[in-house]
């Protein structure tokens, strides 16, 4: 039976053989990002590989191999704007391919600046709310999971406001127990790990909003009168996270 | 083990979730449009609505977002259900994650929602006359 890396290998391996099959590479890089990355992936994870190239041909070779394709004119924009994932990526993507874009862009000065946490809780708040219907028409997995993002979100605004750089999403969870945060380390652990009730998920979801207003009111307020303003045109009763 | 009136209730409960997910994906396919939340929900209708055929039928269901994608392959290859709807579940979970980490790609702005939500709309119609056959209507 193969092992779980000899899995990644081969995935990966094949992908990149595609990838040059159909595209000429002179000027790309194919980076290693996400849980695997790190090493520390779980039995959901995905393999999630990071393309940066000008234009691209990609063709799907797993379904669990999850391709974000950027220019090195975005990235660089990205990290710029203080884009968190943009700066995981240059603090611990791993290079596979790399024609010299990716050499260009961890060495540029954008890549050492620090991301932007309150961009975290726009879209912590997207996801919340997301969590808060889907839980309200009774769909409690898809409830789980979209909180699982909007806690994940939440946790990277706390440990980036507090100067700790949030690794993957598994290792968060020490991370945030040991920048002070036990409940929503908890709250991450248990949404993770599949182990939270009904009750639970109303519960998860009234705190997640409570440490958002607490951490950034002003772009909480914002985005929930931009969502109001958007159902309001559309004569739609507005929903609210309660 | 279920019975098939039981059967039959459960994937109407299901089916009734995947209408409304639907209704709300179809008013943020309206501008000013919401893609991120279009698909999102289009994503969660066509699997729950993807479940009640499997729960009608007496198949089991998953948790895992690929393998649920095998099996909608799977109900069309048993003579279930016409449409395969394994590349679009696969494209909206792709979309669906560029969205979690953060701003959206150009993938998602160059998706045609109306495309989505009518392809989701029948999807729906279809899989209520699965139903409908197994209860005798």
Known sequence: MESSEQTVTATIGSFIDGLKKENPLQ?????????????????????????????VQITRVADRLHIQVLTEAEMLRRLEAGDDFAAWCVRFGIPIVDSGAWNRIVSAPEA??????????????????LASDLSKSGDQPAATEELLYATSHVGRAVLLKSQVFPLSRPE????????????????????????????????????????????????FEAYSQSRLTARQRKSVPATTVS | MRSKKQRTRVARQRLRTAREQWSQAAVHSWEPADPAECITKSFYSFENALSAALIATGRKETTRHYEKADLAAKLVADGILNTNIRKRLVELNDLRKDVQYGEPGA???????????????????????????????
């Open chain 2, 107 to 137: 993938q998602l702005a160059n998706t045609d929602l109306d495309d989505v939500v009518s392809e989701l709309e029948a999807f729906l119609d279809e899989v209520e006359s699965v139903i409908d056959d197994i209860e005798g209507k």
């Open chain 1, 27 to 55: 000027e790309a890089a194919v980076i290693l990002v996400g849980s695997v990355a790190r090493n520390a992936a779980t039995a959901n994870s995905d393999l999630d590989l990071l393309v940066i190239a000008d234009r």
């Open chain 1, 172 to 219: 968060m969870i020490t991370q945030l127990k040991e920048a002070g945060y036990p409940h929503i380390s908890m709250i991450l652990a248990e949404l993770s790990f599949g182990q939270i009730t009904e009750q639970g998920i109303r519960q998860a979801i009234a705190y997640v909003k409570k440490l958002l207003v607490h951490l950034d009111r002003a772009g």
């Open chain 1, 112 to 129: 050492a600046s620090w991301p932007d946490w309150r961009q975290k809780t726009v879209h912590a708040a997207r996801r919340l709310v």
